[in-house]
């Protein structure tokens, strides 16, 4: 026997009475997306209050470097009349901004190369094999962050002075080095455990040593966590001012943080004020490139250390 179901009626086609604790409620949607919307402009109006707290005093910091000393004083907000790009010339050759700028990239060069290679072997040990002590050294690195470096400047003075590498660009480079360290092996261990080890486990058993699965397989894997760190520590090192200051008191050596300090403290007797800007500009130009060119791996990096 067939049977034919047929649908129920529609409460309007049936007359039949819908209670009102069935329907949503009509303002609840309206409430939700008021909301959210109130939410978004004060998110977006910290971002915009931030933002102009960020770039103002770089714009108008580069606004004041195409300045004569007249008009940085007479009006100080206000667009220059012409670019005076003298102010460059005299900064990088009178000041000696050039040496300064030099020293710098090869104090900052060499120390960012170094901490890079030793941190990420460090990191790379401590993040995939299990030796006796493998925790103790994890957090003696990490308690080397938290060491403050005012209270190492003494000993490390007499140290470097006593091996023979004060007042040398190498020895700053080891100092560099040693001072990176800790927050190197610390970002990048934690990077190195989220790596596969099926892809390392495949090189093992294709005949690969460890040192050729690291520098061919592992190292380029890690390239995300590698810029990020880089950036950090390239940071950090090129506005680096007190440990030049304590090992490196050769005129001759010197690096861009110090040579602003004494452009800065000159100022007072020749009132050179447009070269002053005029270098700061030059000493901000390397840090806002590097940011600029690798903003997209930085982000990466700081987000795949957390994604499996």
């Known amino acids: 026997m067939k049977t034919t179901e047929t649908p129920a009626p529609l409460p309007a086609e049936s007359g039949a009475r819908v209670s009102e604790v ?32 960020v770039v103002l005093p770089l714009v108008w910091a580069v606004m004041t470097s195409f300045k004569d000393d007249g008009s940085i004083f007479g009006s100080p907000w206000s667009l220059p009349d012409s670019l005076h790009f003298d102010n460059w010339a005299r900064a990088w050759t009178d000041a000696n901004m050039s040496d300064y700028f030099l020293n710098t990239v090869l104090v900052v060069g060499g120390s960012l190369i170094g901490t890079l290679v ?19 050294v994890y957090y003696l690195f990490v308690g080397g962050m938290s060491f403050p470096i005012m209270l190492a400047l003494v000993p490390l003075f007499y140290v470097v002075n006593n091996m023979g590498l004060l007042n040398t660009i190498h020895g700053l480079i080891l100092v560099y080095i040693a001072y990176s360290l800790p927050f190197t092996v610390f970002f990048l261990t934690a990077f190195f455990r989220t790596l596969p080890t099926s892809v390392a486990e495949a090189a093992f058993v294709d005949g690969a040593s460890h040192a050729r699965t690291f520098f061919q397989i592992m190292l380029p894997m890690a390239k995300p ?41 000159s100022q007072g007797y020749k009132g050179d004020w447009s070269g002053l800007f005029a270098g700061l500009v030059m000493a901000m130009l390397p840090v806002l490139a590097a940011y600029i060119v690798f903003q997209r791996q930085v982000v990466q990096g700081l987000t795949a250390g957390a994604l499996k």
């Open 118 to 136: 030793l941190g990420s072997m460090a990191a790379y040990v401590l993040a995939r094999f299990d030796f006796p002590g493998n925790r103790f």
């Open 225 to 265: 966590g590698l810029i990020s760190v880089g950036i950090f520590n390239f940071l950090g090192q090129w506005n680096q001012y007190m440990l030049p200051t304590v090992l490196n008191t050769d005129p001759d050596k010197k690096v861009l943080t110090q040579g602003l300090v004494q452009l800065a403290a």
């Open 22 to 53: 069935d329907l949503p409620p009509a303002g609840r949607p309206t409430v939700r997306k008021r909301e959210g919307n109130v939410l978004n402009v004060f998110s977006h109006g910290i971002l915009v209050i931030w933002a102009i707290m």
